[in-house]
C-alpha cells in the first residue's frame, strides 16, 4: 500500500478492532470478543489501513502477522488505553470525593470554634481531598471568594458584597465572660444593670452597635470602658487574667470557657451574625456542599449542647 501524505481520521471503532485482532492473533477471534462479524472487522481493519495510509497484518499460511509499523501503533495504542484507564479512576475518584481540593477562608471566630470540628470530620470523611485554610479579615475573605482563591469564605455578613453568594447566614446571641471565681458568675443571667458596676474589655463600637439593644448598651458601658480591643479572643484572654467582663460572641467564649473564663447569657438580646459566601461565578464543588452539610450538623450539635449559645429568632 502506498503512503498517503495526508491520512485520514481515524476511528475509535477502528482502534479497537486493531487492538482485538492483534491480543487475539485472528480476525475470527476478534469478531467472536466484539460481537460482531467477521467481515465487519475485515472492514474496520482496511479502513483503518487507508486512514493510516500503511499496511498492518500480512496473512502467512492462514494466519496474521502484524507489520512491525502495526506494533509500533500497537504500543501507542496501549499507551492510550492505560490513560484512558487512569482518567477512569480518577474520574471516579472526583466523584466519590477521594480526590481534589478544598479551600476555606474564615475570620477568627470560626477559625478557632466550630471550624475546626467540622474540618476534622470531613477529613475523616473525604481522607483524599486536600484541605486549605486561610484565616483573614472578613473583607479579606471577601475578596478571597470574589476571585475564587477560596470555595468557601466564612465571614461577618457586614462584610459581604454583591461580589460573592451568601450560602448560609445565622444569627446568634451575645454573651457575657468574666473571670473564674468572679461574683456575677453566680449569676444564672447578666443584667445591664450588673455590667454598668464592673471593669469592661469592650470590642469596638461596630461589634455592639449594628443594632438597637447592641448600641444602648454600649452607650451605657462606656465609662466602664478600661480596655478596647478588636477581637473577641484578645477580649477574653484579658478577661481570664481579670481585667474585667467583656460581651463577646458566644463561639469564641465557647473556645475560652476552659482557659480561665465563666460564661453566661445577657439579659438584652444582641445579634451576632455569620455567614458562609462563595463566588457567584461558579458552581459550588461536591467537596464544599459536603463541608456545608457537615458544618450545618455540627452547627446544630453545638447549639443543642452548649446552652449559652442561642439561635436568635
Known amino acids: 500500500m502506498r503512503p498517503t501524505t495526508k491520512p485520514a481520521a481515524v476511528s475509535l471503532r477502528q482502534i479497537e478492532a ?13 469478531a467472536s470478543i466484539m460481537h460482531v462479524s467477521q467481515p465487519s472487522v475485515s472492514r474496520l481493519l482496511r479502513s483503518l489501513e487507508i486512514s493510516l495510509g ?4 500480512e496473512r502467512r499460511k492462514g494466519r496474521l502477522v502484524a507489520t512491525p509499523e502495526a506494533l509500533l501503533l500497537y504500543e501507542e495504542i496501549q ?24 479551600r476555606l477562608g474564615s475570620f477568627i471566630a470560626f477559625s478557632i470554634a466550630v471550624t475546626p470540628a467540622v474540618v476534622r470530620q470531613f477529613n475523616q470523611a473525604h481522607a483524599g481531598i486536600q484541605i486549605s485554610c486561610t484565616t483573614a ?9 470574589a476571585s475564587r482563591v477560596v470555595d468557601l469564605g466564612i465571614i461577618d455578613p457586614v462584610a459581604a458584597t454583591d461580589a460573592v453568594r451568601v450560602e448560609r447566614r445565622w444569627q ?19 443584667s445591664t444593670g450588673m455590667l454598668a458596676r464592673e471593669n469592661i474589655v469592650g470590642l469596638e463600637r461596630e461589634f455592639l452597635a449594628r443594632y438597637a439593644p447592641g448600641a444602648k448598651l454600649h452607650e451605657i458601658l462606656v465609662p466602664q470602658l478600661r ?8 477580649a477574653c484572654a484579658l478577661v481570664a487574667e481579670g481585667v474585667g467582663l467583656a460581651i463577646v460572641d458566644p463561639f469564641t467564649a465557647m473556645h475560652c470557657a476552659p482557659r480561665g473564663i465563666v460564661v453566661r447569657p445577657l439579659d438584652v ?8 459566601v462563595s463566588s457567584p461565578e461558579a458552581p459550588l464543588s461536591a467537596a464544599a456542599g459536603a463541608f456545608l452539610d457537615i458544618f450545618d450538623a455540627e452547627l446544630n450539635r453545638v447549639t443543642q449542647a452548649v446552652a449559652y449559645i442561642e439561635p436568635v429568632d
Open 269 to 276: 438580646s444582641i445579634p451576632f451574625e455569620v455567614c458562609i
Open 227 to 234: 480596655i478596647q480591643v478588636h477581637q473577641s479572643i484578645v
Open 172 to 190: 446568634f446571641r451575645c454573651v457575657c465572660v468574666m473571670p473564674a471565681g468572679h461574683p456575677l458568675a453566680r449569676a444564672a443571667s447578666i
Open 18 to 30: 486493531f487492538k482485538v485482532v492483534v491480543e487475539a492473533a485472528s480476525v475470527t477471534a476478534a
Open 79 to 102: 499507551k492510550y488505553f492505560r490513560n484512558l484507564q487512569q482518567l477512569t479512576q480518577t474520574a471516579a475518584e472526583i466523584r466519590a470525593l477521594a480526590r481534589g481540593q478544598l
Open 137 to 145: 479579615q472578613s473583607r479579606q475573605i471577601v475578596d478571597l471568594a
Open 54 to 57: 500503511f499496511e498492518l497484518f
